[in-house]
């Protein structure tokens, strides 16, 4: 038998988020479905015919607590079946989801991660680097407030039309010969710079305008008093905002966590940005019981620990290589499409297909994983997900 299983404890958010997945997948799966929950921490009623309650260890807290259900799931579970856990969070979208079970290979199966293992670090562990950077956004953005008249632009037709002068500076700094030919051009321009048939840069000004209608379009930013306000200096050839340090104050990816593994559970992680799995979607049957028990263990060691954070995707890194896993087979992205709020080459079509590359690849999604923004009225992408829920 193939079966589906959520865990869920806590709050009434966590609760609600839960339904309305809960409610999807029933309407498109053929298959059982399972509630794995404790029950004494719930702030409200599970509305499901089938929930199985653990007593969870009472000095864990309501996170830790699912995470305990998660990865010592194989523990609470009838042996002999098939199993996918599905975090709360992810969606079914049609009825091909059932066909998830085909691609189940031995000892588990997991989906890849949106990020590698660099970037996912500071998010991981307690190493200081996201509060750095935390820090430093805030400086900057206290700065470019004050200095960026771009900022204070709400007209939506102008920031249209940003998006688009934007995109074409996006594909420049990735052509090198053309980005040569056009700085040349800019430099040798008198007064007005004509970018292409839509954008002219007015030097006397310094603001990007519409051709077709002279209206400004995004004003050029007062680089020097950010700079004077921030302690950043701006790289005008790779357009970066850097730190003392010479660093990217955007990039946040750092080593830490590889150090972590090492150090925790003497688990070498041998390609330190590998591409690591996502812990919302997995297979398992009866051969995984070893690999989850070694998670499990794992997870639980680190929540005694004050430089890990309370996740469950770092020790199931060090569980994967630990067992050889990280050439492994992982699921495609149609099973597990991960929507990144703020990732630029996110799209979608009312035909159910996904990119998170602007288009040069895509994906007909059964089941998309909604992270962050959950319930954004504001954003197409979450619209579209509820109203396919309601009709």
Same mark, same amino acid.
């Given at each position: 038998m193939n079966i589906f299983v959520f865990v869920v404890c806590g709050s009434k958010e966590h609760l609600d988020t839960l339904h309305f997945s809960l409610g999807k997948l029933k309407r498109y799966s053929q298959n059982k479905i399972v509630v794995l929950t404790d029950k004494t921490r719930n702030e409200s009623e599970i509305n499901h015919d089938d929930v199985i309650h653990v007593d969870t260890p009472k000095e864990l807290d309501h996170h830790q607590a699912s995470i305990y259900l998660k990865t010592a799931i194989h523990k609470f579970l009838p042996l002999g079946q098939t199993y996918c856990y599905l975090d709360t969070d992810v969606v079914a979208l049609n009825a091909e989801v059932d066909a998830i079970f085909d691609e189940y290979q031995e000892p588990i199966t997991f989906a890849p991660d949106h990020c590698k293992t660099l970037d996912f670090s500071p998010y991981a562990v307690n190493c200081g680097c996201k509060e750095r950077s935390d820090k430093n956004i805030e400086i900057f953005e206290r700065a470019s407030l004050k200095h960026d008249r771009n900022r204070k632009i709400e007209d939506a037709k102008i920031i249209e039309k940003q998006k688009k002068l934007q995109h074409y500076f996006d594909v420049l700094k990735?052509?090198?010969?053309?980005?040569?030919?056009?700085?040349?051009?800019?430099?040798?321009?008198?007064?007005?710079?004509? *970018? &292409? !048939?839509?954008?002219?840069?007015?030097?006397?000004?310094? %603001?990007?305008?519409?051709?077709?209608?002279?209206? #400004?379009?995004?004003?050029?930013?007062?680089i020097k008093k950010i700079e004077e306000e921030s302690g950043f200096k701006y790289n005008k050839w790779t357009?970066?905002?850097?730190?003392?340090?010479?660093?990217?104050?955007?990039?946040?990816?750092?080593?830490? *966590? &590889? !150090?972590?593994?090492?150090?925790?559970?003497?688990?070498? %992680?041998?390609?330190?940005?590998?591409?690591?799995? #996502?812990?919302?979607?997995?297979?398992?049957?009866?051969?995984?019981?070893?690999?989850?028990?070694a998670w499990h263990e794992k997870t639980l060691h680190a929540f005694a620990l004050k430089e890990w954070k309370t996740r469950d995707q770092g020790t199931l890194i060090a569980s994967a290589w630990q067992f050889g896993l990280q050439n492994h087979k992982t699921l495609s992205k149609k099973w597990n499409f991960i929507a990144d709020f703020n990732k630029k080459g996110l799209n979608f079509n009312d035909e159910g297909y996904f990119s998170d590359d602007a288009w040069k690849t895509k994906y007909k999604a059964s089941f998309v994983h909604i992270y962050h923004h959950w319930g954004d009225e504001n954003w197409s992408l979450w619209k579209w997900v509820k109203n396919k829920a309601s009709n």
């Open positions: 990735n052509d090198w010969p053309r980005k040569i030919v056009t700085a040349l051009r800019y430099f040798l321009a008198p007064k007005i710079f004509n *970018l &292409n !048939e839509d954008f002219y840069f007015d030097k006397t000004q310094r %603001v990007w305008k519409d051709s077709k209608t002279n209206e #400004n379009i995004l004003y050029e930013v007062d357009q970066k905002w850097l730190d003392k340090d010479r660093k990217d104050i955007w990039d946040l990816h750092c080593s830490h *966590l &590889n !150090e972590y593994i090492q150090n925790s559970f003497n688990i070498k %992680v041998a390609s330190p940005n590998w591409q690591h799995w #996502n812990g919302g979607v997995f297979l398992f049957d009866d051969k995984s019981t070893d690999f989850l028990n």
